[in-house]
């Protein structure tokens, strides 16, 4: 099978590797042609407390139609986070044009973890994260982001295995053919959850949480298991080899000093192998 070019629509950070910067070594290193569409420029993670953001609408805005007049395509496309309404509805619309023509849609709600939202989402992007959601063949938000999207009470003793099941209904209804959910805690365990629409199928796969908080976890995760469908592997097997390629990545940089900086994962591709 020859390998599908994919478009990234993220933000890209200067000072850490989360968002795109993650995600663009990993594609790469897995023969995939992949192209990028920086939905803002930020200097560093929000989580050092300062930051800068510059909102790239106006060139989202004069870009799609250059692209369109020159007939790129792309066999996927992956969104991330959104900054302005204008643009979320620029890609939203830009998805289902290029879906109609076969391109499958991956939606990355990126908005939050630990039952809150990041520091500077508000609840206007968690409305504009649900327009994304209902254009997508597969969105794999973290359980806090999946608790936001349905608008359910987030849980801290974690959710039975019918509660989890109802949460994946509930996102399959905004408008994903298929849904992950993962950090969830499913009967007292750390697990994936997900729904595929080829073959209706409910799965939940455990994995063993390593501790301490890194960041650009969850680009890593999205970018190995988009890597694997598009090479044409299930989405159980994809989730499971996402998960394990994940904790590695994690265990091999557990003793690192600033974990806001994320995984500087060019240095360890080989464990995507």
């Known amino acids: ?10 933000d890209m950070v200067g000072h850490s590797k989360v968002g795109m910067g993650a995600m663009l070594p990993v594609l790469s290193y897995l023969g995939h042609p992949t192209f990028n569409l920086p939905t803002a420029l930020v200097s560093n993670t929000l989580n050092y407390g ?3 953001i510059l909102d790239t609408t106006d060139y989202i805005r004069g870009t799609l139609p250059v ?21 979320a509805k ?4 830009y998805c289902q044009e290029q879906s109609a023509n076969g391109t499958i849609v991956f939606v990355d709600p990126i908005m939050g973890d630990g039952g809150n939202l990041y520091n500077g ?17 597969l ?26 099941k109802s949460l994946l209904d509930k996102l399959h209804q905004i408008g994903s053919k298929s849904v992950l959910i993962t950090s969830c805690r499913i009967n007292g365990q750390n697990s994936v959850a997900g729904y595929n629409h080829y073959n209706g199928e409910y799965f939940h796969l455990e994995y063993e949480e390593i501790p301490g908080q890194f960041h650009g976890t969850g680009d890593l995760f999205s970018a190995v298991l988009i ?25 091999l940089n557990r003793d690192l000093a600033d974990k806001k900086r994320g995984i500087l994962v060019e240095k360890f591709l080989d464990v995507l192998a």
């Open 121 to 137: 989402i508000t609840q206007k992007q968690v409305l504009l994260m649900r327009e994304m959601v209902s254009v997508a063949d």
């Open 1 to 10: 099978m020859g390998k599908k070019q994919i478009l990234l629509v993220n």
């Open 67 to 87: 692209w369109k007049e020159l007939g790129f395509r792309f066999d996927a496309i992956c969104t991330g986070l959104m900054f302005s309404e204008e643009q």
């Open 139 to 164: 969105t794999f938000p973290n359980y806090t982001e999946a608790s936001y999207l349905a608008d359910v009470p987030f849980s801290q003793e974690g959710l039975s295995w019918d509660e989890t």
């Open 50 to 52: 300062k930051f800068n």
């Open 90 to 93: 620029l890609v939203a619309g």
């Open 227 to 251: 890597g694997h469908l598009l090479d044409g592997d299930s989405l159980k097997h994809s989730t499971r080899k996402a998960m394990d390629t994940v904790y590695q990545l994690i265990d």
